[in-house]
């Protein structure tokens, strides 16, 4: 898999430098914060034969990808709690390709992960804002991918929603919808 193919690396591979400023941290958080209604946008006026799409050739349908979102933000959100509330916790990992084809995320109306999506996003901004130092150098040990930091975690979650919104824009603009 290459991180430079434009279909499934829209926005390219998130960066995770070692140490940001607390303006790149909020701007960070900001990214978060955005998300639900950047998503809302993406999506505007699109039909149910448009969400059952694939965005890339075998690629998940835009549906799947609106309950991807849900799904691993909500299990971002827990690890951060596991980071903040455990020395040094091993997570758990999930087979998302296997969550995306189980029916309540192949068939789901996109409404139930958006409203998901809004109040998940308050919630875990909230506690974003609210971390100190200390607390974004906490870690976790995760299976496949060894530590990471609160703070590494940030980065990737600022980028994944904005990833998963740039394929949907993107599909829309190869489409003309």
């Known amino acids: 898999m290459s991180l430079t193919d434009p279909l499934r690396y829209p926005i390219g591979a998130p960066e995770l430098p070692e140490d940001i400023s607390d303006l790149e941290r909020n701007n960070c958080i900001d ?13 505007d006026g699109l039909n ?3 969400l059952d799409t694939p965005y890339r050739p075998d690629g998940w349908t835009i549906r799947q990808l609106v309950h991807h979102i849900a799904d691993s933000h909500l299990n971002a959100y827990v690890r951060f709690k596991w980071a903040l509330t455990e020395d040094f916790p091993e997570i758990k990992t999930y087979d998302q390709d296997a969550w995306a084809n189980l029916k309540d995320d192949y068939d789901a109306p996109v409404e139930v992960s958006l409203q ?7 919630r875990w901004c909230r506690l974003l804002r609210s971390m100190d130092e200390n607390d974004w150098k906490r870690k976790v040990l995760h299976p496949e991918d060894g530590e990471r930091s609160c703070q590494a975690f940030l980065m990737i979650y600022a980028w994944h929603g904005l990833h998963h919104i ?3 824009s993107n599909l829309r603009k190869r489409t003309g919808w």
């Open 31 to 43: 990214k978060i914060a955005f998300t639900p209604a950047l998503l809302r946008e993406a999506l």
């Open 48 to 50: 149910d034969a448009q």
């Open 166 to 168: 740039a394929h949907i």
């Open 116 to 122: 998901l999506i809004d109040a998940l996003h308050t």
